[in-house]
């Protein structure tokens, strides 16, 4: 398996082209297993359904038939509502300062290091959240027998180590080839990945453009009346 690069994280992207795509919901079937952690977690925007874009959808679905036999992807968190990313900027912040020993620093810094695990919940629908576009997901693997494969970190870790590229000079191989393999099978069809997190991978939203140089083609959708709606 090729190995994984390592490359900067995304900077500002305000380029768009923003194209009409229906949302579609996820279940859990022989490709995916559907476990929304937010509301595991007790979040009180928690959205319990898995409703990604259609294109998502689609590519995920190649993604997941290129797996081992009787592999699946177990799906954590995918379209977000605005009021759960407000919840979630709001609840991890303190713990990343903390964890990172931010609490002198200015405000800039501290947003700078925050930003690298959860984005900034500003209410554009034009430079959105990522999550609140239905483009991206976060996403393990899991074996013949329902256990996630060994990734190094748990989900939503605030450590370097949930780095993608963190484990390529490290000794524990089996780590290392666990986060090439989704890597690997998530970029050929089609995603990116946000470089500070293996779970997370993009298609249509702001990240996902900056990486490929092109418009963004999905804007933000903040409340699931919108998504009911066709907005």
Not at 113 to 131: G, L, N, Y
Not at 211 to 218: C, D, H, Q, S, T
Request: aromatic residues 16%; negative net charge.
């Amino acid at each position: 398996m090729k190995a994984i690069p390592k490359i900067k994280e995304p900077e500002k992207y305000e380029v768009t082209d923003f194209t009409y795509s229906d949302f579609v919901q996820i279940t859990s079937d022989e490709f995916f297993d559907v476990q929304m952690q937010y509301p595991v977690l007790g979040m009180k925007y928690a959205e319990p359904l898995c409703y990604v874009r259609k294109e998502v959808s689609e590519r995920l679905l190649n993604a997941a038939k290129h797996l081992p036999k009787g592999y699946r992807f177990r799906i954590w968190d995918a379209w977000r509502p605005f009021a759960l990313q407000d919840e979630l900027y709001d609840v991890y912040s303190a713990d990343i300062i903390k964890k990172f020993g931010l609490k002198d620093c200015g405000e800039e810094q501290k947003r700078f290091v925050i930003s690298r695990f959860v984005s900034e919940p500003i209410a554009d629908k034009t430079v959105p959240p990522v999550h609140t576009t239905g483009g991206a997901v976060d996403v393990t693997i899991i074996d013949e027998t329902g256990n996630e494969l060994d990734m190094g970190t748990r989900f939503d870790a605030f450590t370097d180590l949930t780095y993608t590229a963190a484990f390529e000079n490290e000794k524990d191989q089996a780590v290392r080839d666990n986060r090439r393999l989704i890597y690997n099978i998530m970029t050929s069809a089609g995603f990116t990945n946000l470089p500070s997190e293996w779970w997370h991978y993009d298609y249509g939203d702001r990240f996902w453009a900056y990486y490929n140089n092109k418009p963004a083609i999905y804007e933000g959708i903040f409340t699931r009346e919108e998504i009911h709606e066709g907005v």
